[in-house]
């Protein structure tokens, strides 16, 4: 299984290494970072930088994409070379997915017109632009197109990729050796569990 998760300026980190590290464990899995031109991006925190080791003419037709969300998703969406690769790319993939705002590139590529998916809680409403229908899940699957609410969620959708694509038992024996045993110490993981005031705190994280 050919994985090519591509980079843009200001991604989260997160939202690549996550469903990377899922993934990059199982047997038979190759996961490549890739861009416009094979070399370093830096994240939305600019402080931490993966390396595209190939570039979208190098990979065009993978067997899954995972786009990854971030600050810098709202230049992406004018980026036409990504917007293409994700457009051309699906027309071969087994697997099309993406995590947090990296829905919204699936959108302007023009494949969420008519299904359900999911994307950062603050963003949700922004799929409607794109014809979908909004869903508050942590992974939202319709057909080969997989999307994952925010950050975190990247990684129980790299999990949910592997039962689909693989068998559960793979997905097991990979949550069980990255030990994803969840267990955190607020109940503040979604707007609906936060504290009065809490939703406003974490947005002026994201911008």
């Keep these: 299984m050919q994985v090519a998760i591509p980079l843009y300026p200001r991604f989260t980190a997160l939202d690549a290494v996550g469903p990377y590290t899922a993934l990059a464990f199982a047997p038979g899995y190759t996961v490549t970072f890739v861009a416009a031109e094979a070399g370093p991006v830096t994240d939305d925190r600019g402080t931490l930088t993966l390396t595209a080791t190939a570039s979208y003419d190098d990979l065009p037709r993978p067997d899954m994409i995972v786009v990854p969300g971030g600050v810098g998703t709202f230049d992406a969406l004018k980026d036409e070379a990504l917007i293409r690769w994700v457009r051309e790319a699906h027309e071969h993939t087994r697997w099309t997915t993406s995590v947090c705002s990296g829905a919204l590139v699936l959108g302007a590529a023009g494949l969420l017109k008519g299904l359900t ?59 069980l050796a990255i030990e994803y045993d969840p267990r955190p110490p607020f109940d503040c993981g979604s707007p609906g569990k936060a504290p009065e005031g809490m939703v406003e705190r974490a947005i002026n994280l994201i911008v």
């Design 117 to 175: 998916a999911t994307t950062h809680w603050a963003l949700l409403d922004s799929l409607k632009q794109y014809g979908a229908e909004p869903l508050s899940e942590r992974v939202v699957t319709e057909g080969k197109i997989v999307t994952a609410a925010g950050v975190s969620a990247g990684i129980d959708m790299g999990l949910t990729l592997l039962a689909q694509a693989s068998d559960e038992v793979t997905a097991q024996a990979v949550q």
